[in-house]
């Protein structure tokens, strides 16, 4: 089972804001061997999806932006994360589905652009998104845009 809570920069507390810098460094970087800025000022402006474990530790993480964050026609998830410790278990698909239902509602229904691994792309198909223009390098990894188009009753399915 997964508990989500999605808050504002401002709203995080300290121990928060350190297991989500935590666990997307122990992923990004030290996982996937990807030195980069995390810290790229986004963080700011954005809702933060947090999914924790029955043991109430931090094992998903989304991040959430409105239109003109990221993308200027298209709010989008992005720093995508769950813990190696509970992959297998759904938590990825129950992690997305989360984050487009808290995207549709936060901001107002927006289409949702997202910047995906390539080898994920059948995953995030099965959710909606559906990929646009070419294929990308992004920190030495293959990456593809994808744009979720929503409509406002696929909020009531997820």
């Keep these: 089972m997964i508990v989500f809570k999605c808050l504002l920069f401002s709203q ?3 121990e928060e804001l350190y297991e989500i810098m935590a666990l997307r460094q122990e992923v990004f970087v030290v996982e996937q061997d990807c030195p980069y800025l995390d810290a790229d000022g986004k963080d700011k402006q954005a809702w933060h999806l947090l999914g924790y474990s029955q043991d109430q530790k931090l094992v998903a993480y989304t991040r959430l932006i409105d239109k003109g964050g990221s993308y200027k026609d298209y709010a989008s998830i992005g ?5 190696a410790s509970v992959r297998k278990e759904g938590y990825g698909k129950l992690l997305m589905q989360e984050s487009i239902r808290q995207t549709i509602l936060l901001f107002n229904n927006p289409p949702i652009k997202i910047s995906a691994q390539v080898y994920l792309d ?3 198909r099965s959710l909606g998104f559906e990929p646009v223009g070419e294929g990308y390098l992004e ?3 293959p990456h593809i845009a994808m744009i979720y188009r929503s409509q406002k009753a696929s909020t009531q399915d997820m």
């Design 139 to 141: 920190d030495n990894i």
């Design 79 to 83: 720093r995508v994360v769950t813990s």
């Design 12 to 14: 995080l507390s300290l």
């Design 122 to 124: 059948r995953f995030y």
